[in-house]
């Protein structure tokens, strides 16, 4: 694809042609053509405009609009030919529209630079993903809610230091994460308000001496309004820098579902059993049921973090305005947002298919010592013990249970009066798993009341 004269968009000045190695580093049309749809809504937008401001006739304008449009379809349909001498989408587009419609190609970029084009085109493209990713994790948070819904009653045991710490509902569980992406959403959509601003306009670097309509083209493109400041419009990346940020912290949500999904789907724990969909055996060993998607999304979440470091470095020491180095954005955000959509793809059909196994979860609620808390909580209502002084008669309960191998409630009343003699047979009932989980009633603990008053909360929040 080399070609050895000069470049024919900018190659005035030039006597040969660049290098084949640097058309190599030089070209981002192997990535760059993923715009192609934003980068025609562009120039169309500042076709419409330039007319309408007299700067191009209506004939020229008609002409561009049509051609772009042949253009457009073109690509959609792979019919279009890239090439890596025309280096970047842009220039691949206008090359096509000079053969379909002749000179008023060359007028379209009246009052523009690519290096405004390129920053129009990229928010659109960032834009566009932020609206898919919305939806993505609105169907996710719905798959939650569904098993929320289900299980707003079952019972498992809650960890701190994975170790077993106190009973909680499995409503409550999956709502722990509704609420985390319900934070990843207001993130994404508090970037796209913030990122919806048109570029489009700041030409080069300091704006242009054509009697140019912003507003009309920010309007024209969906933007609230024109950046307000040329060399800033050109340099800016935040945009992209704010998704890739809001992207990690989601991301890091779902790996952490994800780890749970591992635990909990293992033989040792049996709290879920992924569905066949979501699941892969083993080439030799015939009884696993491998969670492969949980594992594969738990490590694409890397990737993003990755992507999210890298264009970071890459602004980092950037003078204003422009810099070529700014056209290593792209792939980072490409393939983090790619794999984002993938990932929470993957995650909602996985929650929707997986399958909790009450009895199991209940089985290992009431292991462990879970309800010594419940019991301190006992002695300090009933016997008005000191919190302090609770804690240690229950803990001198545990280390009896410990001593005879059982569990808290099969010591009997005699065994626990000789630690406490005010206790009576009610403490029975605070020992029990389910009243444990009832009596949580504070705001936004754990007991079914409250998980249910939640779900209905977030049922609204997101109709
Ligand atoms: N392909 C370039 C990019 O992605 C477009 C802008 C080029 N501007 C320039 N002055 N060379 O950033």
């Given amino acids: 694809m080399t070609d050895t004269s000069s470049n024919q968009m900018w190659g005035g000045r030039f006597a040969s042609g660049p290098d084949a190695i ?37 004939s020229d304008a008609q002409a561009i609009r049509k051609g772009l449009l042949t253009v457009l379809s073109e690509i959609e349909a792979g019919r279009f030919e890239f090439s890596a001498a025309l280096e970047d989408i842009h220039m691949n587009v206008e090359a096509r529209l000079k053969e379909l419609v002749g000179e008023a190609a060359g007028r379209l970029h009246t009052a523009r630079s690519r290096n405004d ?16 990713t919305d939806e993505a994790l609105t169907a996710l948070m719905h798959a939650l809610l569904a098993q929320a819904e289900a299980g707003a009653d079952w019972v498992m045991p809650g960890f701190t230091h994975l170790q077993t710490a106190q009973p909680v509902t499995w409503g409550h569980h999956m709502l722990a994460y509704v609420e985390m992406l319900g934070r990843d959403r207001a993130r994404f959509r508090d970037a796209r308000a913030r990122m919806n601003e048109c570029p489009l306009g700041a030409a080069a670097l300091a704006g242009t001496s054509f009697p140019i309509d912003r507003d009309a083209t920010a309007r024209d493109l969906g933007f609230d309004r024109p950046c307000a400041n040329s060399l800033d419009a050109v340099s800016d990346r935040d945009f992209a820098l704010e998704f890739l940020a809001s992207a990690s912290i989601c991301a890091m949500h779902l790996s952490r579902l994800a780890e749970e999904l591992v635990i909990w789907s293992s033989a040792q724990f049996r709290f879920v059993t992924m569905s066949d969909r979501w ?8 009884q696993k049921r491998n969670p492969d998607a949980a594992e594969l999304l738990r490590a694409k979440i890397g990737r993003i973090f990755g992507a999210n470091v890298a264009l970071m470095t890459v602004m980092k020491g950037l003078p204003l305005a422009y810099s070529k180095d700014m056209q290593e954005d792209k792939e980072q955000v490409f393939d983090a947002a790619d794999n984002l959509l993938l990932a929470l793809a993957a995650m909602a059909g996985m929650v929707a298919d997986m399958q909790a196994n009450r009895d199991v979860m209940a089985a290992a609620a009431g292991a462990g010592f879970s309800t010594v808390t419940d019991l301190a909580d006992w002695l300090v209502r009933t016997l008005d013990l000191p919190f302090r002084d609770a804690h240690h008669v229950t803990g001198t309960l545990v280390a009896r249970a410990e001593a005879r191998g059982c569990d808290l409630p099969d010591l009997s009343l005699s065994e626990m009066q000789e630690v406490h003699p005010g206790i009576t047979e009610a403490v029975f009932d605070v020992l029990g798993v389910d009243n444990s989980v009832a009596s949580r009633t504070s705001y936004g603990g754990t007991a079914p009341a409250q998980v249910r008053a939640q779900i209905a909360r977030w049922k609204e929040a997101l109709a």
């Fill in 279 to 286: 699941s892969t055996g083993s080439s030799i060993m015939p």
């Fill in 22 to 58: 640097m058309e190599a580093i030089n070209a981002s049309i192997g990535f760059d053509r993923r715009m192609a749809a934003q980068d025609i809504a562009g120039s169309r937008a500042h076709a419409a405009m330039l007319a309408a401001q007299g700067i191009l006739t209506d």
């Fill in 117 to 132: 084009q390129v920053a129009t085109d990229f928010r659109l493209w960032v834009r566009d993903r932020v609206d898919a």
